[in-house]
């Protein structure tokens, strides 16, 4: 028998992570305060074994009384917490308290600080409390896990999973563009011959389906699944869930990709003339018109960290592009020949690309550098990362799915499935483990363990959201709509200080006083006697004391260099890490 | 192989019965929570926006009085009952619950100049302009009685003001000089003059009880101790001080009231600067009163406003000001840190918010929760330049703002000059003189 939930895995045997007990021995190499510190973490796991074992004992023994003796807590106060769980909630860096003058603002920060601190301590130990786990996919001894077919993980996983695969033979408008919506319960497929339908994928239960009677190049939904806009042959189009048009937008032609922003509700559209236009959905204005001059743009990705959109170029570059600027803030010659597909992941801080070079390659988004390339057969015609940073890639008929791809290159793919007819739209399903491809010849669902985010926040995104619930959500997300003009490469630049500097402060200083105090005056060479004072020997003490003066300058800033570089070469390198490409 | 794919039980997200309230499981990670300051910055934009909105901080007009208030007295027991005095010798009792008048006494003939209470709340002093000191009770006379003071004495000179000690059977008067009464005697316990001048404030010290604070019209502030039998030290500035205001929660503080448009607060120990200098009136600033946090004041002023500055700021953060609102005599914050009440030249008394934007009344718990949030990110982001363009912005009066521009536009080339008069000088003679320090003249001891 199988339990709805039933997980075909080691039945109770549930991985504990104790941390591993020291021997005694092993301390006697450590210095004193972590002797200290090891000596007390070895008590701790001693007395915890202990009280394991009396826990087991008095349960042995039919839970014989414990006695008069007052009940002490073994551990008092709060529990550990690991450094890494803390980590992850920390922003930016603590406030340097010596540098602050005033008294006041000193213990203000102090205190904000400990609250900061408190409020990151506590994030962390909510953690205890989400319901889910992501799930995963382990092969047996020797079997590699790209092997194992999608009817085989459909079996081996509940019926609600199983569900999840399947597939939709749609082969008379194919081949088809899709896209989920942002909590993921939602599905829109666009075939290029003018099919266009929403459905509720979990439920199979079908919004509208319409025929456009005009070519399809891409669709995507809108804020909500009430909306969604499908690039057509001419103009671009907005749909209700019921498949009545809203609006038909005609200062958006030759469409050939779009992106939906949904924190700034700008649906990013390029078309096959080379534009780049940002539409603000919410009120209905173009926000941003731009000529990139790169030729057919077919290759867009969005940053979901930054908001900015990645296009990919005939000539092998990706531009990053913002609405407020004209100019691309950064061009990246990735492929010697066209760039065929983007992704970005949902941290902002890799991209892949894959071009006619049929490599793929996996650049650092914030040194601008690649970190991993390989090459595949055919080369990835389609890109996309899920939540959990997988990657897909579709080779033709072939989908792949790597895992931690920018930390090692991966020689064999996680998962491969092969479809029907080539690929044409690939996303993953957020908060699912699925991921969903168009082809020519319908939809295929695919089960990809590890894939989705396992806890949803349902202020956010909540795939199990009422109707009410989403139009509060809709009311709420509009009110605190971002402006376009925020979209920069570091969103987070916002929240900090603006420190002027030291130039700054003396400009602004000598213009308050009207004057320079710090201003040395020159040097006035004294009068002497015998005739020593004359035009020429006045002119050349002015220039002793003059080369003096640069040659002490010249000579501190030699010692300041020698003494940075001997600091940097005595720190030790403790461990290489993935950031050392940053250190100079 | 080993297999676990994602599976939702809706049992666990989804609520029973249509009684229950939705669930909403929160998951913290901020990799779900992108553009974190972006968003809140917008919020906070938004908030800064409704509190803009929300700010009508009048609250009601007292009205009765036949002529000019002139005087105020907070209740020290009852957060409802308020006091005052008016240019033609009237008393008026008010409750502010119900917003009227309970008691009307003619105390005086002339002006009543001053009034307290006595710190039990059971009684109540004035001085007016006919050269007495008048003792009330608190409660008025039964049915058909008259209205009779406890007690009258009668001086020689004029008073213009008094208040009573926080803690004792004592209270000060001042007038040609600074009296100090024993409410069972007919004569002072002492007199404490420095210079022949009338004074126009006495203050006693709410913490040091036995400190007194006084301003004279020879432009002084002068400090006594009472059981000293001779002052203790004076200031004097560049021009007459009104009243003054000691902190309640900081014993050495005071704030005084200037008729050069400005407030200064002192430090009594350090009487050679001023800890700040608060501008932002127009014209003369009549009266000053602390709110009981101790942490902001506000001030009255001949130029038809209302302020209330922060006390570490120089800048006041609130303007009030109506259309009818005369020259502001008197002003009070009252004891619960809430409300502003003040007394004006064309016989209103005035209920404003403390905090023009507070929705008064009970607030439930998710509202409470909003609004602190919001007060977080509004002071998070305060120093963004539209936020603060937002949250900075008033609205003045014609004469008001047309005075402040001008008075900007002299200072501004006040400035300018002493800066080419030192680009022009020597470096170093002529010395900076901080604002703190400009206006005084002198320390005596």
């Not at chain 1, 959990?388 to 895992?403: D, K, P, W």
Request: hydrophobic residues 35%.
């Amino acid at each position: 028998m199988m339990s709805p939930l039933g997980l075909h895995y080691g039945a109770g045997c549930r991985h504990v992570d104790w941390p591993r007990a020291q021997s005694p021995r092993s301390m006697i190499g450590c210095g004193g305060r972590e002797r200290k510190n090891l000596a007390r973490s070895w008590r701790l796991h001693a007395v915890q074994a202990l009280r394991m074992e009396a826990v087991a004992g008095s349960r042995a023994h039919g839970g014989s009384a414990g006695g008069g003796k007052k009940k002490r807590d073994p551990f008092p106060g709060a529990a550990p917490l690991p450094q890494h769980k803390v980590k992850k909630f920390q922003r930016g860096q603590k406030s340097q308290l010596a540098e602050v003058s005033s008294q006041r603002l000193r213990d203000h920060l102090a205190l904000l600080e400990q609250k900061v601190e408190l409020a990151v301590q506590q994030a962390a130990r909510m953690e205890l409390l989400l319901p889910e786990e992501p799930g995963f996919l382990e092969g047996d001894p020797g079997e590699d896990t790209c092997t194992i077919a999608q009817a085989d993980i459909a079996e081996a996983a509940d019926i609600a999973s199983a569900t999840k695969h399947f597939e939709l033979t749609l082969n008379q408008f194919g081949p088809y563009r899709m896209d989920y919506t942002r909590p993921g319960r939602h599905l829109l497929l666009g075939g290029r011959r003018g099919h266009v339908a929403a459905l509720d994928w979990q439920t199979k239960s079908l919004l509208c389906e319409i025929n456009v009677m005009e070519t399809v190049t891409d669709v995507t939904w809108l804020h909500t699944e009430n909306m969604f806009a499908v690039a057509q042959r001419r103009w671009l189009y907005v749909y209700d869930n019921q498949g009545v048009e809203l609006n038909c937008l005609k200062r958006f032609n030759g469409v050939l990709r779009m992106e939906f922003l949904p924190y700034h509700f700008l649906l990013a559209t390029a078309s096959e003339t080379g534009f780049l236009q940002y539409l603000d959905i919410s009120v209905g204005k173009e926000v941003a018109t731009i000529c990139t001059r790169g030729g057919r743009l077919g290759v867009m990705g969005q940053n979901p960290a930054n908001a900015i959109i990645h296009l990919g170029h005939s000539n092998g570059t990706v531009t990053l592009w913002s609405p407020n600027i004209k100019e691309p803030l950064v061009r990246m010659l990735c492929h010697r020949g066209g760039v065929r597909a983007v992704a970005v992941d949902s941290s902002g801080m890799y991209m892949a690309t894959s071009g006619l070079d049929r490599k793929l390659h996996i650049y650092d988004l914030r040194a601008y550098q690649p970190v991993q390339s390989l090459v595949l057969p055919v080369g990835a015609g389609h890109l996309s990362f899920s939540q959990r940073g997988l990657l897909a890639a579709t080779c033709g008929e072939v989908v792949q799915v790597y895992r931690d791809v920018p930390m090692q290159p991966p020689h064999k793919p996680y998962l491969s499935h092969t479809l029907p007819w080539t690929a044409h739209g690939l996303r993953f399903c957020p908060f699912e483990d699925v991921l969903g491809v168009g082809h020519g010849s319908g939809f295929t669902s695919l089960l990809v363990p590890g894939a989705g985010q396992a806890n949803f926040d349902a202020l956010e995104n909540n795939p199990f959201r009422s109707r009410k619930q989403r139009q509060e959500w809709e009311v709420k997300a509009l009110l605190e709509k971002i402006p376009s003009e925020l979209i920069t490469l570091d969103p987070g630049q916002l929240g900090q200080v603006d420190a002027i500097t030291m130039e700054q402060k003396h400009h602004e200083r000598v213009e308050r006083l009207g004057f320079d105090p710090q201003a040395k005056p020159a040097f006035q060479p004294r009068r002497k006697l015998k005739g020593r004072s004359s035009a020429g020997s006045l002119l050349q003490r002015k220039r002793k004391v003059a080369n003096e003066e640069q040659r002490t300058k010249i000579r501190k800033s030699l010692e300041q260099q020698q003494a940075a570089e001997q600091e940097r070469k005595a720190a030790p390198r403790a461990q290489s890490s993935a950031l050392d490409r940053f250190r100079k | 192989m080993r297999v676990k794919v994602l599976s939702r039980n809706p049992d666990d997200y989804i609520r029973e019965t249509k009684q229950d309230l939705q669930r909403v499981p929160r998951n913290y990670d901020p990799a779900l929570h992108p553009f974190e300051v972006p968003r809140e910055y917008v919020r906070a934009l938004n908030a800064t926006k409704l509190e803009r909105v929300f700010a009508k901080p009048f609250l009601a007009s007292l009205d009765g009085h036949r002529d000019g208030v002139n005087c105020m007295a907070k209740h020290p027991q009852s957060l409802s009952t308020v006091l005052s005095g008016a240019c033609d010798g009237e008393v008026k009792i008010w409750n502010l619950t119900k917003r009227e008048c309970i008691r009307t006494l003619q105390a005086h003939e002339g002006f009543v100049r001053g009034i307290c209470t006595r710190f039990c709340g059971t009684s109540f002093f004035t001085v007016g302009d006919d050269k007495t000191v008048k003792q009330w009770k608190m409660e008025g006379p039964g049915y058909g009685g008259k209205e009779e003071p406890l007690h009258t004495i009668l001086g020689k000179t004029l008073y213009t003001g008094i208040d009573h000690h926080w803690k004792e059977a004592v209270f000060a008067t001042c007038g040609h000089q600074v009296d100090i009464w024993d409410e069972q005697r007919n004569s002072p316990i002492c007199s404490l003059t420095w210079g022949v001048d009338s004074i126009s404030s006495v203050k006693f010290n709410p913490i040091e009880t036995h400190l007194l604070g006084s301003c004279a019209s020879d432009r002084n502030i002068v400090l006594y101790d009472m059981r000293q039998s001779t002052p203790l030290k004076k200031v004097i500035l560049d021009m007459r001080t009104n009243t003054l205001c000691w902190n309640p929660m900081e014993a050495f503080i005071f704030t005084s009231a200037n008729e050069d448009h400005n407030l200064y607060t002192f430090d009594m120990r350090f009487l050679d600067s001023s800890v700040m200098v608060h501008m932002d009136h127009v014209s003369a600033v009549l009266d000053v009163d602390y709110s009981p946090t101790g942490k902001e004041f506000v001030s009255a002023s001949f130029d038809k406003s209302v302020r209330i500055f922060p006390v570490d700021k120089g800048h006041s953060r609130e303007v009030y000001h109506t259309k009818r609102m005369q020259h502001v005599i008197t002003v009070k914050w009252t004891s619960d840190n809430k409300y502003i009440l003040c007394g004006s030249d064309e016989m209103n008394i005035r209920l404003w918010k403390a905090n023009a934007s507070e929705k008064l009344g009970v607030l439930v718990p998710r509202e409470r929760a909003a609004m602190n949030y919001n007060q977080k990110l509004k002071e998070k982001f305060q120093h963004h330049p539209q936020i603060k363009r937002i949250a900075r912005h008033r609205h003045l009066p014609k004469p008001i703002y047309n005075q402040a521009k001008e008075l900007r536009i002299m200072r501004e080339a006040r400035r300018r000059k002493e800066l080419n008069r030192r680009k022009h000088s020597k470096p170093g003679s002529l010395p900076f003189v901080s604002e703190k320090k400009k206006h005084i003249v002198a320390v005596v001891k």
